[in-house]
């Protein structure tokens, strides 16, 4: 082997291992994304070292003997008894492993996989692999050893100067009507107010479990108070800044809600999170209603936003029309598949 493995753990790491690092994953960004500004390093570091309750991470990494270079990652990460939806998706590990292009024919990818079912075999609760990504050699790769496609989707982009601001208008405008006439209010926070962090969670959990999946065997684990106020905290740290919209009913009932993240440190991109309602609350132009109020929002506060990125399930419908109407764009595919860990033992024999 040309190359050795090691683990890569961003606060132990030393500056030139670090650039090392940046070098590789900024040469995977531009292939993924041409066009776009590379995210600033410091950043990038931030977003290395923030860690979340109940999860267990691992990152292992594969360089030249030769040069030092950095040609390929391992990203693994495993759910720990802490965390909230420990129970339903503790047979899931998420194994993310990439390679530089002109080293696809060094069997990096076949090297880290197979340190990926080391560690995965030390968890006795573990049997199934799933993974995501935009690379379409990485998804030759997963299908060669038999994974399923469980779920395909993209990642769309709305260009702030394509905003019909005359439709927006109007569906706020229908918004502001459905207000009137059924007493349905609008409320807007960063960090969620003490006084609806339980309802809030809940309602946020019910909400991502009505996202479509595909085939994948997973349930979003439960938002707690706890989970949310560490979720902000974290996004304090790398200097995100998080945006909720979300509707009350007449009875004082949260039915739905749409979010976004910005950071300074990459004002050209506003990126699109959750935005959902609950299923009773449906049809009556909430769904639209929240993603006109948010675009208007963001179009006014961040000037130098160029646009809107979100990611969605090509089979989510409801969603996709909305978007689509809204004059959001497919800008790159990404594929989703899963695989069970004997079979892929068995591919690695
Ligand atoms: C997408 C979602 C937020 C829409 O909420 P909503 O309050 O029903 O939305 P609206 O009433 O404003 O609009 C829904 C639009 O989708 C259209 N629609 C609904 N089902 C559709 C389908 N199967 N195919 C095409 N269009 C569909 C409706 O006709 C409606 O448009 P119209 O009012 O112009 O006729 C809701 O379906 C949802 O919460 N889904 C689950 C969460 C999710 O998957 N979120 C996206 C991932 S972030």
Not at 28 to 54: M, N, W, Y
Not at 270 to 298: C, H, N, P, S
Request: hydrophobic letters at 35%; one cysteine or more; aromatic letters at 12%.
């Amino acid at each position: 082997m040309s190359f050795e493995l090691f683990d890569f753990i961003p606060k132990e790491a030393d500056e030139k291992l670090l650039d090392a690092y940046f070098d590789f994953a900024e040469t995977l960004f531009k292939e993924t994304f041409p066009t776009d500004p590379l995210v600033p390093r410091d950043l990038h570091l931030k977003l290395l070292t923030v860690s979340k309750t109940g999860e267990t991470v691992i990152r292992r990494l594969a360089q030249t003997r030769s040069s030092g270079e950095i040609i390929g990652r391992l990203y693994l990460k495993i759910f720990t008894e802490e965390n909230t939806g420990f129970k339903e998706n503790k047979h899931i590990a998420e194994v993310y492993i990439s390679s530089l292009k002109e080293y696809s024919d060094e069997d990096v990818l076949l090297h880290l996989l197979k340190e990926a079912v080391e560690e995965i075999q030390k968890y006795d609760y573990i049997t199934t692999a799933d993974t995501c990504g935009y690379l379409e050699r990485e998804w030759k790769f997963w299908e060669g050893l038999g994974a399923k496609l469980a779920l395909e989707g993209a990642q769309n982009r709305l260009f702030i100067k394509d905003i019909d601001c005359n439709m927006l208008e109007e569906w706020r405008h229908q918004g502001h009507k459905l207000a009137e006439e059924e007493n349905v209010d609008l409320c807007s926070f960063e960090d969620c107010p003490e006084e609806i962090i339980q309802e809030y969670s809940t309602t946020y959990t019910e909400i991502m479990r009505l996202v479509p999946f595909g085939e994948f065997d997973y349930i979003p684990e439960p938002t707690t108070p706890f989970t949310r106020r560490e979720s902000e905290d974290n996004f304090r740290k790398t200097g995100y800044e998080w945006f909720t919209l979300a509707t009350r009913e007449k009875n004082g009932e949260i039915s739905g809600l749409t979010e976004i993240l910005y950071s300074k440190s990459r004002p050209h991109r506003v990126d699109q999170e959750l935005t959902g309602v609950k299923d009773k609350y449906r049809g009556r132009g909430l769904g639209k209603w929240l993603k006109a109020e948010m675009t208007m929002f963001i179009k006014n506060k961040f000037p130098e936003a160029e646009f809107i990125a979100t990611g969605n399930a090509d089979m989510n419908a409801p969603m996709i029309s909305i978007n689509e109407r809204m004059g959001f764009k497919r800008v790159l595919t990404e594929k989703c598949y899963t695989i069970k860990l004997d079979k892929l033992e068995h591919e690695l024999l």
